[in-house]
């Protein structure tokens, strides 16, 4: 089987191919990474509506002009590939990219509102492509924690997952772990052992997500150590 099969880059590979299939695999494409193209392009200096604009435009272009023909999974990083797309794109952009209102030639009715959408700005003496790695990681994070939610759905453990979703990610004291055991009548251990269980699996699906961005091992190195420095969290 095609080591790229479920990965990001199987998404790109049939994005390059034709008919509807690819549209799909596109539109999967530009809708999963929109926040971190928005945030770089954000970084960059453009005020909100540009930048909007511009990510609209950047997607269009993938889409309609076929940017991602040279994509080549054994290059490794996905984000790498993206990150300098996105670069390439703002230097060769033209009057009409730049016109381009938002909608005009692509429709994103689909896209659900990212929950990082309003934390994606820069933030005193970021770089754009710091802004980039940390919408990037957020992207990252959130798709984890998704899968982890649907996990605690199936599992029928849905309520306590949304009791807990707050400390997956920050760590609880001792008056959280009281609030949640009184909420849902359980002992404060059985509380504690159940973050514990929900942190090592979020990490489990972290590394996940990030397996589907790398080529390999070495790349995924990279792209694990790159996520903890965007998050500022050992939680990886």
Same mark, same amino acid.
């Given at each position: 089987?095609?080591?790229? #099969?479920? %990965?990001?880059?199987?998404?790109?590979?049939?994005?390059?191919?034709?008919?509807? /299939?690819?549209?799909?695999?596109?539109?999967?494409?530009? *809708?999963?990474?929109?926040?971190?193209?928005?945030?770089?392009?954000?970084?960059?200096?453009?005020?909100? /509506?540009?930048?909007? /604009?511009?990510?609209?435009?950047?997607?269009?272009?993938?889409?309609?002009?076929?940017?991602?023909?040279?994509?080549?999974?054994? *290059?490794?990083?996905? *984000?790498?590939?993206?990150?300098?797309?996105?670069?390439?794109?703002?230097? #060769?952009?033209?009057?009409?990219?730049?016109?381009?209102?938002?909608?005009?030639?692509?429709?994103?009715?689909?896209?659900?509102?990212?929950?990082?959408?309003?934390?994606?700005?820069?933030?005193?003496?970021?770089?754009?492509?710091?802004?980039?790695?940390? &919408?990037?990681?957020?992207?990252?994070? /959130?798709?984890?924690?998704?899968?982890?939610?649907?996990?605690?759905?199936?599992?029928?453990?849905?309520?306590?997952?949304?009791?807990?979703?707050?400390?997956?990610?920050?760590?609880?004291?001792?008056?959280?772990?009281?609030?949640?055991?009184?909420?849902?009548?359980?002992?404060? #251990?059985?509380?504690?052992? &159940?973050?514990?269980?929900?942190?090592?699996?979020?990490?489990?699906?972290?590394?996940?997500?990030?397996?589907?961005?790398?080529?390999?091992?070495?790349?995924?190195?990279?792209?694990?150590?790159?996520?903890?420095?965007?998050?500022?969290?050992?939680? %990886?």
């Amino acid at each position: 089987m095609n080591r790229f #099969n479920t %990965t990001r880059w199987s998404l790109v590979l049939r994005a390059q191919s034709s008919g509807g /299939d690819a549209r799909s695999a596109l539109e999967t494409l530009c *809708r999963t990474y929109r926040p971190p193209v928005l945030a770089y392009i954000r970084g960059r200096g453009y005020s909100s /509506d540009v930048a909007e /604009d511009l990510t609209q435009s950047f997607f269009a272009q993938f889409l309609e002009r076929v940017g991602h023909a040279d994509a080549d999974p054994a *290059r490794g990083r996905f *984000r790498a590939f993206l990150l300098t797309a996105i670069k390439r794109f703002l230097i #060769n952009a033209t009057a009409e990219a730049h016109a381009l209102k938002r909608g005009g030639r692509i429709h994103f009715e689909s896209i659900d509102s990212s929950p990082h959408d309003a934390e994606i700005v820069p933030a005193g003496s970021e770089s754009p492509e710091q802004v980039f790695e940390r &919408a990037w990681a957020l992207v990252v994070l /959130d798709a984890a924690l998704r899968r982890l939610r649907e996990e605690a759905r199936v599992a029928d453990k849905r309520e306590l997952f949304d009791h807990l979703r707050g400390f997956l990610t920050e760590t609880p004291d001792e008056a959280d772990y009281t609030r949640v055991a009184a909420a849902m009548n359980l002992r404060r #251990n059985t509380v504690a052992v &159940a973050v514990h269980r929900l942190r090592h699996r979020l990490r489990e699906l972290v590394h996940e997500e990030l397996a589907h961005t790398a080529a390999g091992g070495e790349e995924f190195e990279v792209e694990l150590r790159e996520l903890r420095t965007a998050l500022g969290s050992g939680m %990886t």
